[in-house]
């Protein structure tokens, strides 16, 4: 998809400039302030972030704003140590992160599961996390204008106990909350 290497161009500026990392951070705040409080996220879930990135702003506020453990997983590797470099630059304690297609995760461990909007194969890992676990599914899925740049996800087919709908400058839609 040329939305992931546009957004991995972006994320790789936040590794070398503090600024634009601060900045972005700000911009994903009012986001994942919206999803914490609807998925009821608190310091005792452990969470898995899908597809984190290069620089990882919505795993980074998820453990700023909840302080629980956040484990983030990318099947790209350069992204890996580029979040790795953010992670020991700012001594960000409660993350974690490892390079791993979310196709082949163990998701047992989590209590919530967060699926960033640039995932692809989503329907193969929302298939896998829904018969491996009871854990709370949080899915990013983009504005209808921009839906085509994504790799195709039919959450029709999933029984969503609530949502939250994005207004900002983001692709992000609406995140929903699918729990087990």
Do not use: W
Not at 16 to 41: D, G, H, Q, T
Not at 61 to 84: F, H, M, W
Not at 96 to 102: H, I, K, M, R, S
Request: with cysteine; charged share 25%; glycine share 4%.
């Amino acid at each position: 998809m040329n939305i992931t290497k546009t957004t991995q161009s972006i994320e790789e500026l936040s590794v070398m400039n503090k600024l634009f990392l601060k900045s972005l951070l700000a911009f994903y705040k009012p986001l994942v302030k919206k999803e914490i409080v609807a998925a009821n996220i608190n310091y005792s879930d452990t969470i898995l972030f899908v597809g984190g990135g290069s620089a990882p702003y919505s795993a980074i506020l998820l453990n700023e704003l909840t302080g629980a453990n956040v484990k983030i997983i990318d099947k790209d590797y350069k992204s890996v140590l580029n979040a790795q470099k953010i992670i020991d630059r700012y001594n960000l304690k409660d993350l974690t992160v490892e390079c791993c297609n979310g196709k082949d995760a163990d998701y047992t461990k989590y209590s919530i599961v967060h699926l960033a909007l640039q995932v692809d194969s989503k329907q193969k890992i929302v298939d896998k996390i829904i018969s491996s676990t009871n854990a709370k599914i949080l899915i990013r899925v983009p504005k209808e204008e921009v839906v085509k740049i994504y790799d195709e996800f039919d959450y029709k087919k999933y029984k969503i106990n609530n949502f939250v709908e994005h207004y900002n400058l983001s692709n992000v839609g609406k995140t929903l909350i699918y729990e087990g």
